[in-house]
């Protein structure tokens, strides 16, 4: 026929078209047809439908759907619905967006429920909470089934939208006549992560009076785990739960009883862990890897790192065959018990019989040999660079432990280079690696470098926690820089760190050697209007401060508020510094009184309280000493009378008597002074002598004295501030101008020797050479 074909002759094509499963055509000859302005029937188009499913064209029909509508022609409800679930079959979420919400502007409540059901489902499955939302408020209440409230309240779970759930959950309980254990898992789940466990609760009771029974799944949830959430539970609430588990006569499946282990770990409750795992391995129940390492790293925040070897064993010997994650918690362990010597027999074990050492294992490894006291550096550079022979490749962890290694052992050189090599090989210098530089900077006393590294580490996008602002102060308080300290304080409080106790005492610290006892008092307070509770630490220090200042009538106040406001027991440190400040502002009698207490209370004065009780009267008056080393032992060494001398000698005999204070070798034959400070050394030198005049004449080291001489350690300076010698010149200007005596220096330069000619002479009490005969030391 001449005539063009109508909309019945290609309903009737398509129809023929679909019969004989020619899809294609099917599809072609409807393309046309809406091409030539024929509006498809219901029929055809769901003909079209079909065939668009058989070949993939979906997505291509939708678009046609919206072409009819832009022309001002519609499918009517059927056609949309079974659009809709077809693509809803085919996963085609965004198709069903489009094709729903163009049937609920042409037809609104025409639309079938089983369309409305389907877009749902699609949209549940897609996670598009949203849209599952959309289909769910856009269907009036007669076309809701308890189905589609299901699918949206775990679009919305998968989601994590708790509140959500909850809503849906209203609708639900009314809509649901025969509700499941399904039913009630949905608002469970919501309200353990919203940590609403008594709701929870409420909801299993409320399961019984539906007469669901609960399964284990259901006290899966109870513990926090349902919807793969961190655990919620407390150790306590979830052995309850475990409990009314038992109580109904239900087994614990494998997922409960990992759940269970592993929150009884985080709670550090490591023995029940423990136990509940020997229990599921008797019971030949398979747990995971990642449960086993739990209670192994419960052992190890406990410092138990025997247990978690233990364990690891018994694992082992129900044929379980640990994995990197039991294996790495064992290795923490022994890091965390400073074994490195079984680190490195476990790191043997895991290669050889285990799955092989990965990074972690060696990381924590190095970490446990640098803990070891009985280790050497040499472990862990082998350690190191046998990484790149097992086909690993350092991470920023790597780097961390082998810096905290070379801290540990004093190389601090090494440890900075390390960060530089780290950083040149492009990873990223996490917070801890910014923390472990400043603790080095610390020790090396760079307090200006230690702010650079806060200012690199916010250039970088990052904010620096409470603890790398701790180190920065530290380093700070090294240096004595009390300034920058308390600058540091401000700065945290403007960038929302609030200070701990640990902040405050270090900024403290920062002006108790300088004696700013003001700024240290100031600082207290500022802590106690923050709500921190100070520490013994906290008052020793701003004592201590008081000391330097000889402000014992600040001191003594200090020390008593301590004991009486705070309830802080005073301990050896507490006394030293009060003791300290009494005998340095002219109160010996208060201190001997301190000193006395501190006997009483068991707390046996050390070579500290001692010191200061020498110093005061070796020097009277004397307060904080802000001179260089060197013009100080110029300007005041001189000024020791053998008056003072004496004076001091009961203190320093009776610290003698309490083995506090030993000057001899352990020959008896010379005087090793390296670790007494200036005055407590010049007292030592001093009581020697008196040991050369009252020796009997038979007496060996007499003999040796009077003849080779009196050999006196007292260090070249180097650990002293610039490395300026303190006990040398103090030592030479003492025996050269009191008593008149030569002293030799030996080669070394950290020694000096009296000649035994001059111990005879003072010996026999004969009268000193004149001073102007006397070589006078040059002030160093």
Same mark, same amino acid.
């Given at each position: 026929s001449t005539r063009p074909p109508n909309q019945l002759s290609y309903s009737v094509a398509i129809d023929a078209c679909r019969r004989a499963e020619r899809w294609a055509e099917a599809l072609k000859l409807f393309h046309e047809m809406v091409e030539r302005s024929h509006a498809p029937d219901s029929k055809t188009c769901s003909q079209a439908v079909y065939a668009a499913s058989q070949v993939g064209q979906l997505?291509?029909?939708?678009?046609?759907?919206l072409y009819l509508h832009a022309q001002g022609v519609d499918m009517d409800a059927r056609s949309f619905g079974d659009v809709i679930v077809v693509c809803s079959k085919a996963g085609l979420w965004k198709s069903v967006d489009s094709a729903f919400r163009l049937a609920s502007q042409v037809h609104g409540p025409a639309l079938k429920k089983g369309a409305r059901s389907f877009a749902l489902q699609a949209f549940a499955k897609a996670t598009e909470w949203e849209l599952a939302l959309h289909v769910l408020r856009e269907s009036p209440k007669r076309l809701k089934s308890a189905q589609m409230l299901h699918d949206a309240g775990h679009s919305c779970l998968r989601a994590g939208m708790w509140e959500q759930v909850l809503e849906?959950?209203?609708?639900?309980?009314?809509?649901?006549?025969? =509700?499941?254990?399904?039913?009630?898992?949905?608002?469970?789940?919501?309200?353990?992560?919203?940590?609403?466990?008594?709701?929870?609760?409420?909801?299993?009771?409320?399961?019984?009076?539906?007469?669901?029974?609960?399964?284990?799944?259901?006290?899966?949830?109870?513990?926090?785990g349902g919807s793969g959430a961190e655990a919620g539970s407390s150790w306590e609430r979830a052995l309850q739960i475990f409990d009314?588990?038992?109580?109904?006569?239900?087994?614990?499946?494998e997922v409960f009883r990992g759940q269970l282990a592993d929150i009884l770990a985080k709670g550090g409750q490591w023995a029940l862990s423990i136990d509940l795992l020997r229990s599921c391995l008797r019971s030949n129940v398979e747990l995971n890897d990642y449960t086993y390492s739990s209670a192994l790293s419960a052992c190890g925040n406990a410092n138990e790192w025997q247990h978690a070897i233990l364990t690891l064993r018994d694992i082992q010997s129900f044929g379980v065959s640990p994995g990197h994650a039991t294996y790495n918690a064992a290795m923490s362990a022994l890091h965390k018990g400073n074994q490195g010597t079984l680190a490195v027999k476990l790191l043997d074990e895991i290669d050889e019989e285990g799955p092989g050492a990965d990074i972690m294992t060696i990381n924590? &490894?190095?970490?446990?040999?640098?803990?070891?006291?009985?280790?050497?550096?040499?472990?862990?550079?082998?350690?190191?660079?046998?990484?790149?022979?097992?086909?690993?490749?350092?991470t920023a962890p790597t780097y961390n432990s082998m810096m905290a290694a &070379?801290?540990?052992?004093?190389?601090?050189?090494?440890?900075?280079?390390?960060?530089?090599?780290?950083?040149?090989?492009?990873?990223?210098?996490?917070?801890?690696?910014?923390?472990?530089m400043a603790g080095i900077l610390a020790q090396r006393k760079r307090g200006d470098q230690a702010l650079g590294l806060l200012d690199e580490f916010r250039e970088s996008g990052r904010e620096p926690n409470l603890i790398f602002y701790n180190s920065v102060l530290a380093a700070l308080a090294a240096c004595n820089d009390g300034k920058k300290a308390e600058k540091l304080m401000r700065q945290m409080d403007r960038r929302r760190v609030a200070p701990d106790v640990l902040s405050f005492n270090t900024a403290i610290s920062a002006f108790e050697a300088d004696g700013h006892w003001t700024v240290a008092l100031n600082l207290l307070k500022q802590m106690q209007q923050g709500h921190l509770q100070p520490d013994i630490v906290t008052f020793s220090t701003a004592i201590s401060a008081c000391e330097k200042d000889a402000r014992w009538d600040v001191a003594v106040p200090l020390f008593e508020e301590m004991q009486e406001e705070h309830d802080i027991e005073p301990n050896v440190i507490s006394y030293n510094a009060v003791v300290a400040a009494c005998a340095r502002g002219g109160k010996q009698d208060l201190a001997a009184e301190f000193m006395q207490e501190m006997?009483?209370?068991?707390?046996?004065?050390?070579?500290?309280?001692?010191?200061?009780?020498?110093?005061?009267?070796?020097?009277?008056?004397?307060?904080?000493?802000?001179?260089?080393?060197?013009?100080?032992?110029?300007?005041?060494w001189e000024d020791v009378t053998e008056e003072q001398l004496e004076g001091a000698l009961p203190i320093y005999r009776k610290g003698i008597e309490r083995g506090v204070v030993n000057p001899w070798s352990k020959s008896g034959n010379f005087l090793d002074l390296h670790k007494m400070n200036a005055d407590m050394a010049r007292v030592a030198v001093y009581h020697g002598l008196q040991e050369v005049k009252s020796l009997p004449d038979d007496d060996p080291r007499l003999s040796s004295w009077l003849t080779r001489g009196l050999k006196i350690v007292c260090g070249r300076g180097i650990h002293?501030?610039?490395?300026?010698?303190?006990?040398?010149?103090?030592?030479?200007?003492?025996?050269?101008?009191?008593?008149?005596?030569?002293?030799?220096?030996? /080669?070394?330069?950290?020694?000096?020797?009296?000649?035994?000619?001059?111990?005879?002479? /003072?010996?026999?009490?004969?009268?000193? =050479?004149?001073?102007d005969k006397l070589a006078r030391p040059k002030a160093q």
């Open positions: 997505e291509w029909l939708v678009e046609v759907l849906i959950w209203e609708e639900l309980a009314i809509e649901d006549t025969a =509700p499941n254990e399904a039913t009630f898992l949905l608002p469970m789940t919501a309200y353990e992560n919203l940590g609403r466990w008594e709701e929870s609760m409420h909801l299993l009771k409320e399961m019984s009076h539906a007469r669901v029974s609960p399964s284990a799944l259901s006290y899966s949830v109870l513990l926090g009314e588990m038992l109580q109904r006569g239900i087994d614990p499946d924590a &490894c190095i970490a446990a040999c640098a803990d070891d006291v009985s280790m050497n550096m040499k472990r862990c550079d082998k350690l190191f660079s046998s990484i790149e022979g097992r086909g690993l490749a350092p &070379c801290s540990k052992n004093s190389l601090w050189t090494r440890a900075l280079s390390l960060a530089k090599e780290m950083k040149g090989l492009g990873l990223e210098r996490n917070e801890q690696s910014f923390v472990i006997e009483d209370k068991s707390l046996n004065p050390d070579g500290i309280t001692y010191s200061a009780r020498i110093n005061s009267i070796v020097r009277p008056g004397v307060a904080n000493v802000t001179l260089e080393p060197s013009v100080y032992v110029a300007q005041k002293s501030k610039g490395g300026v010698p303190i006990l040398q010149p103090a030592l030479k200007a003492m025996l050269t101008n009191l008593f008149g005596f030569r002293c030799k220096q030996d /080669y070394t330069g950290g020694a000096i020797t009296i000649l035994g000619s001059d111990l005879r002479r /003072y010996r026999e009490g004969k009268a000193a =050479p004149p001073r």
